[in-house]
């Protein structure tokens, strides 16, 4: 007899993956481990019953990641270094996490040396670019076997076909696709099909119950999140997670994003990241005091850069660690405090205190005062900075 071979499924314990095990173990005989890879987006008790649901399926083995903290190191970091908004709204909730997760199930699929991987992606996003390419890069050989995208599924044609396998499970779809991260939150529904409509109150997870303006302190070492109002943090999560308990109600980062998909279509997806975007903003904010003109124009175009190729999957490749790299170095002085104002469905940066600020009244008060040049030394820069064009203009008039 042969032996059964082992496939490696990236599993959320929703249709499509439910679809895909009993497929790849009852249908073509595989040996099937789940993997799910929580990106801060699951609480005990939902990844307890994932895992029930699992084993009830039939795998093989279930194996739970806690890729929080990992992710956050590997990834997020850098975003908030680069302050990093796809199209200037996204702040790239969904596409990161899916780059964390195809690292973590590569690594899986080594570590049991499977025959093949899976996931359950459909022939139409990009998360089927993403993980098939960190797959081929990964675990070159290893076989990726995609059932919903294969098989041109219908929702109802994976109903029936649970139904007929005797799987009970709640087949009611909701009104709104909803995935929940660390880094915010996606919510698809009926209004982000078209390119008109925009998602009522109820559709949005986090509802509005916060209305009193309440003004919060972030503390930043090295361009990471520490501390906010009189609580400090061992790790960045934690402080992610806090500020999203506070902003979250007040139904801040809320958007829709339209963008350019990796196959080349356009889409929109509605998302609510509060404690991304005051982050994302006080951060900016702290850095524009700190950085010089320079350091703060370079890395705005590497940033832009990076965000656009993290966002089509390519976190693999080298210039990634450069562009890292860099924006590491930049972050040395990046520490200080910004204080923010809260109001339901926006936020304003009050300022910032930090020991590295560039705006010194010992160097002068713009449009005031100034301390370190004369207005002899201003009249002669002005000359020779405005020399080449001048020279331009007396060579060429009248040309």
Not at 75 to 95: H, Q, R
Not at 368 to 392: A, H, L, P, Y
Request: proline share 2%; charged share 20%; glycine share 10%.
């Amino acid at each position: 007899m042969s032996e059964v071979k082992k496939v490696v499924l990236g599993f959320s314990g929703g249709l499509d993956t439910t679809y895909c095990v009993k497929y790849l173990s009852e249908d073509k005989g595989y040996e099937v481990h789940s993997i799910i890879v929580n990106t801060g987006g699951f609480t005990e008790d939902e990844l307890k019953h994932i895992e029930q649901h699992a084993y009830s399926l039939g795998v093989k083995t279930h194996t739970a990641i806690n890729a929080v903290k990992s992710y956050y190191d590997s990834i997020i970091k850098f975003l908030i270094f680069g302050n990093v908004l796809k199209n200037n709204t996204y702040p790239l909730s969904v596409s990161a996490e899916r780059l964390s997760q195809a690292l973590h199930i590569a690594e899986h699929a080594k570590k049991l040396n499977a025959d093949a991987v899976a996931h359950g992606s459909t022939g139409a996003g990009n998360d089927q670019v993403r993980f098939d390419m960190i797959f081929h890069i990964m675990i070159p050989g290893v076989e990726i076997i995609t059932p919903i995208r294969d098989l041109q599924l219908s929702r109802e044609a994976e109903i029936t076909y649970l139904k007929g396998k005797g799987v009970n499970m709640n087949f009611e779809k909701s009104m709104y696709s909803i995935n929940k991260g660390l880094w915010g939150t996606s919510v698809g529904g009926k209004e982000t099909l078209n390119s008109k409509g925009i998602l009522p109150e109820e559709a949005w997870p986090t509802q509005v119950t916060s209305t009193e303006s309440k003004e919060v302190k972030l503390h930043f070492e090295k361009g990471e999140l520490k501390g906010i109002d009189d609580k400090n943090f061992q790790h960045s999560t934690e402080a992610i997670q806090y500020l999203q308990s506070i902003a979250g109600p007040y139904g801040i980062g809320r958007d829709i994003h339209v963008g350019d998909t990796i196959i080349g279509i356009k889409g929109r997806v509605g998302f609510e990241a509060a404690a991304p975007m005051v982050i994302l903003k006080a951060h900016h904010a702290l850095e524009k005091h700190i950085l010089t003109k320079w350091q703060l124009g370079w890395k705005d175009q590497l940033a832009q850069f990076y965000g656009n190729w993290l966002h089509e999957g390519q976190i693999l490749d080298p210039v990634m660690r450069d562009i890292e790299a860099f924006l590491l170095h930049s972050q040395e002085n990046v520490t200080g405090d910004v204080f923010v104002q809260l109001l339901p469905y926006r936020f304003h940066v009050i300022g910032i205190e930090s020991a590295f600020d560039l705006m010194n009244s010992k160097f002068g008060k713009y449009g005031e005062m100034n301390s370190g040049f004369t207005g002899d030394d201003v009249r002669g820069f002005s000359k020779i900075f405005g020399n080449q064009v001048s020279i331009w203009h007396k060579v060429n008039q009248g040309s």
